[in-house]
């Protein structure tokens, strides 16, 4: 629909990378439900995404710094959609991904409001980070296990 679109353009011009953070925030989202068929579909279309990204609309200064954190996002996301039925692998590189996705909204603006979650008992209490559109804690390493385990620990405005 046209309203969606007019959405996207209008995200671009506060964000050059916002539509990929709206695709990691669907990918978070499958995890946070243990959904790994939904994580594997959000991989292929991030993966798609960054491949795809105009870099048209960043200047030359930042072209490099995007160029180094998508060359390293394209892989844990290529992994994550080759992985359905595998969510612990896909859990492994979303921790990863999560932090490519940090330095790309630290970098170029979420253009919008992004809480930056953290949770002390992922991957043997050696913690993981991951975005969220919410202030509600909804861990995506655990589901439904332990979907509360977590804090902020930054806003993004």
């Known amino acids: 629909n046209d309203s969606s679109k007019e959405v996207q353009k209008v995200a671009a011009l506060t964000s050059p990378v916002n539509g990929l953070l709206q695709i990691y925030l669907q990918m978070k989202n499958a995890f946070v439900n243990d959904d790994d068929k939904g994580a594997a579909k959000a991989g292929n279309v991030m993966l798609k995404a960054l491949n795809d990204f105009d870099k048209s609309a960043l200047k030359d200064s930042e072209r490099k710094a995007f160029e180094d954190i998508a060359d390293d996002a394209k892989e844990h996301a290529e992994h994550?959609?080759?992985?359905?039925?595998?969510?612990?692998?896909?859990?492994?590189?979303?921790?990863?991904?999560?932090?490519?996705?940090?330095?790309?909204?630290?970098?170029?603006?979420?253009?919008?409001?992004?809480?930056?979650?953290?949770?002390p008992m992922y991957n043997d209490n050696k913690g993981g980070t991951w975005l969220s559109e919410t202030k509600e804690i909804n861990n995506p390493y655990f589901g439904k296990e332990m979907n509360t385990c977590g804090t902020i620990k930054e806003t993004i405005q």
């Open 80 to 119: 994550i959609g080759a992985n359905a039925g595998n969510i612990k692998h896909q859990r492994e590189h979303f921790e990863t991904l999560s932090k490519d996705m940090y330095d790309l909204v630290k970098t170029f603006a979420a253009g919008e409001t992004i809480y930056v979650d953290y949770c």
